[in-house]
């Protein structure tokens, strides 16, 4: 699960196998917030910390127009958004990709825990070329 060319490849392998750990527990089928509660317990046993829930505000233009809470975030670097879908679109991946650019992170994870096994995915900030 680690691989060097991946960025805090150590820690997002070491939350990858928390999450592989609760899917090969749990299994498919359960509501989202389960998953949720047990991705916790599951981090908190490896020394991970986190907060969960944590609201972001949503500015446009500067002004406020509404807040949203990501899943968790793991030891202040990595958002981590959790799913509990048959499979994973790209409706997710867009979501997962607007908290890094609300949040200001660099990467995050995307884990679905609904289908028969466990996805994943790394996800990271697009760099986004300004227009003139």
Do not use: W
């Not at 949720?36 to 002004?63: D, F, N, P, T, V």
């Not at 799913?83 to 867009?94: R, S, T, W």
């Amino acid at each position: 699960m680690i691989n060097e060319k991946y960025a805090e490849s150590a820690l997002t392998g070491k939350i990858i196998g928390c999450a592989m750990e609760v899917h090969r527990t749990l299994g498919n089928g359960f509501q989202e917030k389960i998953y949720q509660r047990c991705m916790a317990i599951e981090m908190a046993k490896q020394g991970l910390h986190y907060s969960r829930e944590h609201e972001m505000l949503i500015l446009y233009k500067g002004e406020k127009v509404g807040l949203r809470r990501v899943d968790f975030f793991v030891e202040e670097k990595i958002m981590l958004e959790l799913k509990a879908v048959i499979q994973l679109e790209d409706v997710h991946l867009a979501q997962a990709i607007n908290y890094l650019e609300a949040y200001g992170l660099q990467m995050g994870l995307l884990i679905n825990f609904g289908n028969t096994s466990l996805q994943f995915k790394r996800v990271y900030k697009p760099n986004r070329r300004t227009m003139i």
